[in-house]
Protein backbone atom coordinates (compact mmCIF):
# COMPACT_ATOMS: atom_id res chain seq x y z
CA UNK A 1 0.00 0.00 0.00
CA UNK A 2 3.11 2.51 0.77
CA UNK A 3 0.48 5.52 2.89
CA UNK A 4 0.38 6.12 6.25
CA UNK A 5 -2.58 5.50 8.67
CA UNK A 6 -4.22 8.69 8.13
CA UNK A 7 -4.29 8.38 4.47
CA UNK A 8 -6.54 4.78 5.11
CA UNK A 9 -8.36 6.09 7.81
CA UNK A 10 -9.22 9.22 5.12
CA UNK A 11 -10.15 6.96 2.75
CA UNK A 12 -12.85 5.21 4.79
CA UNK A 13 -13.53 8.70 6.06
CA UNK A 14 -16.21 9.09 3.05
CA UNK A 15 -18.54 11.98 4.74
CA UNK A 16 -15.59 13.60 6.41
CA UNK A 17 -16.93 14.02 9.75
CA UNK A 18 -14.28 12.61 11.64
CA UNK A 19 -15.13 8.98 12.79
CA UNK A 20 -16.13 5.57 10.63
CA UNK A 21 -19.16 4.11 11.34
CA UNK A 22 -19.94 0.28 10.01
CA UNK A 23 -21.69 1.26 7.20
CA UNK A 24 -18.30 3.50 6.13
CA UNK A 25 -15.93 0.88 6.87
CA UNK A 26 -18.19 -1.88 4.59
CA UNK A 27 -18.42 1.05 1.93
CA UNK A 28 -14.74 2.04 2.02
CA UNK A 29 -13.03 -1.42 2.34
CA UNK A 30 -14.70 -2.74 -0.91
CA UNK A 31 -14.42 0.69 -2.70
CA UNK A 32 -10.91 1.42 -2.10
CA UNK A 33 -9.59 -2.07 -1.47
CA UNK A 34 -11.56 -4.55 -3.17
CA UNK A 35 -12.67 -6.35 0.43
CA UNK A 36 -16.16 -7.68 0.68
CA UNK A 37 -17.38 -8.17 4.10
CA UNK A 38 -21.27 -8.70 5.36
CA UNK A 39 -23.01 -6.25 7.04
CA UNK A 40 -22.25 -8.51 9.97
CA UNK A 41 -18.65 -8.84 9.38
CA UNK A 42 -18.27 -5.02 9.41
CA UNK A 43 -20.32 -5.01 12.75
CA UNK A 44 -17.22 -6.93 14.15
CA UNK A 45 -14.67 -5.08 12.75
CA UNK A 46 -15.94 -1.87 14.17
CA UNK A 47 -16.67 -3.56 17.74
CA UNK A 48 -12.97 -4.24 17.56
CA UNK A 49 -11.95 -0.93 16.23
CA UNK A 50 -14.28 0.98 18.61
CA UNK A 51 -12.59 0.61 22.22
CA UNK A 52 -14.73 2.82 23.98
CA UNK A 53 -18.16 1.54 23.11
CA UNK A 54 -19.12 5.15 20.98
CA UNK A 55 -20.57 2.90 17.96
CA UNK A 56 -18.26 4.82 15.46
CA UNK A 57 -14.58 4.63 15.07
CA UNK A 58 -12.14 8.01 15.72
CA UNK A 59 -8.74 8.09 14.22
CA UNK A 60 -7.00 7.24 17.63
CA UNK A 61 -8.58 4.50 18.05
CA UNK A 62 -8.27 3.69 14.41
CA UNK A 63 -4.47 4.08 14.71
CA UNK A 64 -3.87 2.42 18.00
CA UNK A 65 -5.50 -1.00 16.26
CA UNK A 66 -4.24 -0.92 13.10
CA UNK A 67 -0.48 -1.49 13.09
CA UNK A 68 1.54 -4.33 12.92
CA UNK A 69 1.62 -5.61 16.92
CA UNK A 70 -1.84 -5.32 17.00
CA UNK A 71 -2.36 -7.30 13.13
CA UNK A 72 0.11 -9.95 14.71
CA UNK A 73 -2.55 -10.62 17.79
CA UNK A 74 -5.59 -10.32 15.96
CA UNK A 75 -5.45 -11.13 12.64
CA UNK A 76 -6.94 -14.74 13.62
CA UNK A 77 -10.35 -12.93 14.26
CA UNK A 78 -10.67 -11.87 10.93
CA UNK A 79 -9.07 -14.33 8.39
CA UNK A 80 -9.74 -17.87 7.67
CA UNK A 81 -7.97 -20.75 6.68
CA UNK A 82 -7.80 -22.52 3.08
CA UNK A 83 -9.96 -25.37 4.28
CA UNK A 84 -12.70 -23.02 6.04
CA UNK A 85 -12.51 -20.85 3.11
CA UNK A 86 -13.59 -24.05 0.39
CA UNK A 87 -16.15 -25.33 3.15
CA UNK A 88 -17.71 -21.71 2.53
CA UNK A 89 -17.71 -22.69 -0.89
CA UNK A 90 -19.06 -26.14 -0.97
CA UNK A 91 -22.21 -25.10 1.34
CA UNK A 92 -22.49 -22.06 -0.93
CA UNK A 93 -22.84 -24.57 -3.97
CA UNK A 94 -24.88 -27.36 -2.09
CA UNK A 95 -27.08 -24.33 -1.11
CA UNK A 96 -27.48 -23.28 -4.92
CA UNK A 97 -28.04 -26.66 -6.20
CA UNK A 98 -30.84 -26.94 -4.04
CA UNK A 99 -32.41 -23.63 -4.95
CA UNK A 100 -32.18 -24.31 -8.45
CA UNK A 101 -33.22 -28.08 -8.48
CA UNK A 102 -36.32 -26.55 -6.97
CA UNK A 103 -37.21 -24.08 -9.66
CA UNK A 104 -36.72 -26.48 -12.23
CA UNK A 105 -39.28 -28.82 -9.88
CA UNK A 106 -41.33 -26.12 -9.98
CA UNK A 107 -41.20 -25.75 -13.53
CA UNK A 108 -41.56 -28.87 -14.17
CA UNK A 109 -44.87 -29.16 -11.86
CA UNK A 110 -45.89 -26.06 -13.53
CA UNK A 111 -45.89 -27.59 -17.48
CA UNK A 112 -46.94 -31.01 -16.29
CA UNK A 113 -50.67 -30.24 -17.53
CA UNK A 114 -52.48 -33.86 -16.26
CA UNK A 115 -50.14 -34.01 -13.18
CA UNK A 116 -49.16 -37.39 -14.02
CA UNK A 117 -45.28 -36.81 -12.76
CA UNK A 118 -44.28 -36.95 -16.01
CA UNK A 119 -43.74 -34.75 -19.29
CA UNK A 120 -45.24 -35.66 -22.57
CA UNK A 121 -43.13 -34.14 -25.53
CA UNK A 122 -45.98 -31.16 -25.97
CA UNK A 123 -45.60 -30.57 -22.00
CA UNK A 124 -41.81 -30.37 -22.50
CA UNK A 125 -41.97 -28.46 -25.45
CA UNK A 126 -44.61 -25.16 -23.82
CA UNK A 127 -42.16 -25.37 -21.09
CA UNK A 128 -38.99 -24.81 -23.20
CA UNK A 129 -41.04 -22.28 -25.55
CA UNK A 130 -42.10 -21.03 -21.90
CA UNK A 131 -38.21 -19.88 -21.24
CA UNK A 132 -37.00 -19.94 -24.40
CA UNK A 133 -40.06 -18.68 -27.32
CA UNK A 134 -37.32 -18.67 -30.30
CA UNK A 135 -36.03 -22.04 -29.93
CA UNK A 136 -36.83 -24.11 -32.91
CA UNK A 137 -38.99 -27.40 -32.86
CA UNK A 138 -36.22 -29.47 -34.13
CA UNK A 139 -33.61 -28.54 -31.12
CA UNK A 140 -36.44 -29.19 -28.93
CA UNK A 141 -36.91 -32.47 -29.92
CA UNK A 142 -33.12 -33.18 -29.73
CA UNK A 143 -32.91 -31.84 -26.42
CA UNK A 144 -36.12 -34.05 -25.03
CA UNK A 145 -35.06 -37.33 -26.66
CA UNK A 146 -31.52 -36.81 -25.00
CA UNK A 147 -32.86 -35.92 -21.78
CA UNK A 148 -35.34 -39.24 -22.27
CA UNK A 149 -31.77 -40.98 -22.39
CA UNK A 150 -31.41 -40.43 -18.37
CA UNK A 151 -35.25 -41.77 -17.93
CA UNK A 152 -34.84 -45.10 -15.64
CA UNK A 153 -38.34 -45.70 -16.14
CA UNK A 154 -38.21 -48.19 -19.46
CA UNK A 155 -42.30 -48.45 -20.20
CA UNK A 156 -42.58 -44.99 -20.32
CA UNK A 157 -39.67 -44.15 -22.73
CA UNK A 158 -41.70 -41.37 -24.49
CA UNK A 159 -42.37 -39.21 -21.54
CA UNK A 160 -39.17 -37.66 -18.96
CA UNK A 161 -39.20 -37.90 -15.35
CA UNK A 162 -38.60 -35.29 -13.18
CA UNK A 163 -34.97 -36.52 -11.85
CA UNK A 164 -33.81 -36.69 -15.91
CA UNK A 165 -35.50 -32.43 -16.69
CA UNK A 166 -33.15 -31.99 -13.33
CA UNK A 167 -30.20 -33.94 -14.42
CA UNK A 168 -29.90 -32.23 -18.14
CA UNK A 169 -31.26 -28.59 -17.20
Known sequence: MGKDIKYLYQLLDKDGGGTLDPVEILQGLKDSFNIYFSREEALEVTKYLDSDGSGDVDFEEFQTKINYNSYNKYYHMFTITKQRYLELVI???????????????????????????????????????????????????????????????????????????????
Not at 124 to 145: D, G, K
Not at 155 to 166: G, I, Y
Open 91 to 169: EEWKLYKEQTTKKLMDKFQEFDDNGDGVLTFEEFQALVNNLEPNLPRNEISELFNETLEYCVEEEDSDKMTPEAFVKTA
